[in-house]
C-alpha cells in the first residue's frame, strides 16, 4: 500500500519554542491531507484539512495562528506547532488521500512540551 | 453530520476465543465507508478492514469480519481466534464516498488477550 512518513516520530521542546512536524506522501500524490491530534487514552480529533496550494481548513476550537499548516506541495504538508506549551503535548498524527480516494495514515508524531 | 459510537471502552478475550467489538454509525450521507483501524501501544494507525455502504456482502480480511447490518446501522469488528499480539486500540470510523473528506472516528475499545 501507499505510504505516508512523518518526521520527527517524536520531539521534546520547552515551553515556547515552536516545533514544525513534516508529512510526506511518498509514492503518491495527495492533494488533501489531514492532520489530527490525540490526547492519552482519547480517539483522534480532526484538527484540520490542508490542502495544496490553498489556505488550510480548521475545525472549530483550533487556533490557526498556533497550528500553522503549509501545503506546499502535492507530496508535503508541515505543521508548525507555535509557541507551544505544556498542553499542545499530544500525539499529531497526519493522514493523506490518495486520486483514488484512500486514506493512509502517517505513524505519527509524539510531541512533548516541558 | 457523521457520528461514530462505540460503547465499550475495554474488552477481554481469551486467547483462541472470537470477540465482536461494536459499533453504531449515524450519518445523512447516501453513501459512506466504514472502516475499522488498530491503534497499537506505538500509535501507527493500522487500517484492517472497509465496508461500503452499497455493498452487499460483509467485508470480510483474514481473521477480521465486519457485520454490517445498515437498519441497525452497525458496523460490527469479528476477531476470530483471537492472538496475544491483537491487544490493542480498536478504533470504528466513516467517512462519505463524496470527496476529499476526513474520516470520523469513535472513541475506541482497548481490547486486551490473555492467555
Known amino acids: 500500500g501507499a505510504v505516508v512518513s512523518q518526521h520527527p516520530s517524536w520531539v521534546i521542546c520547552k515551553s515556547g519554542t515552536s516545533v514544525k512536524i513534516e508529512c510526506r506522501s511518498l509514492?503518491?500524490?495527495?492533494?488533501?491531507m489531514f492532520w489530527y491530534r490525540q490526547f492519552p487514552k482519547q480517539s483522534l480529533m480532526l484538527m484540520a484539512t490542508?490542502?495544496?496550494?490553498?489556505?488550510?481548513?480548521?475545525e472549530q476550537g483550533v487556533e490557526k495562528d498556533k497550528f500553522l499548516i503549509n501545503h506546499a506541495s502535492l507530496t508535503l504538508s508541515t505543521l508548525t506547532v507555535t509557541s507551544a506549551h505544556p498542553e499542545d503535548s499530544s500525539f499529531y498524527i497526519c493522514?493523506?488521500?490518495?486520486?483514488?480516494?484512500?486514506?493512509?495514515f502517517g505513524p505519527g508524531t509524539r510531541l512533548t512540551v516541558l | 453530520a457523521q457520528k461514530i459510537t462505540q460503547t465499550q471502552p475495554g474488552m477481554f478475550v481469551q486467547e483462541k476465543e472470537a470477540v465482536t467489538l461494536d459499533c453504531t454509525y449515524d450519518?445523512?450521507?447516501?453513501?459512506?465507508?466504514l472502516f475499522w483501524y488498530k491503534q497499537p501501544s506505538s500509535g501507527e494507525m493500522i487500517f484492517l478492514i472497509y465496508?461500503?455502504?452499497?455493498?452487499?456482502q460483509n467485508a470480510t480480511e483474514g481473521r477480521y469480519s465486519l457485520n454490517f447490518q445498515k437498519a441497525r446501522k452497525s458496523a460490527n469488528l469479528v476477531i476470530s481466534a483471537s492472538q496475544l499480539g491483537d491487544s490493542a486500540m480498536y478504533f470504528c470510523?466513516?467517512?462519505?464516498?463524496?470527496?476529499?473528506?476526513?474520516?470520523?472516528f469513535g472513541k475506541g475499545t482497548r481490547l486486551s488477550v490473555i492467555a
Open positions: 493522514s493523506a488521500i490518495s486520486r483514488e480516494y484512500e486514506q493512509f
Open positions: 509514492d503518491f500524490q495527495a492533494t488533501t
Open positions: 490542508s490542502n495544496e496550494g490553498s489556505k488550510a481548513t480548521y
Open positions: 450519518t445523512s450521507d447516501p453513501s459512506y465507508g
Open positions: 465496508q461500503g455502504s452499497y455493498d452487499q
Open positions: 470510523a466513516m467517512m462519505p464516498l463524496s470527496g476529499n473528506t476526513p474520516l470520523v
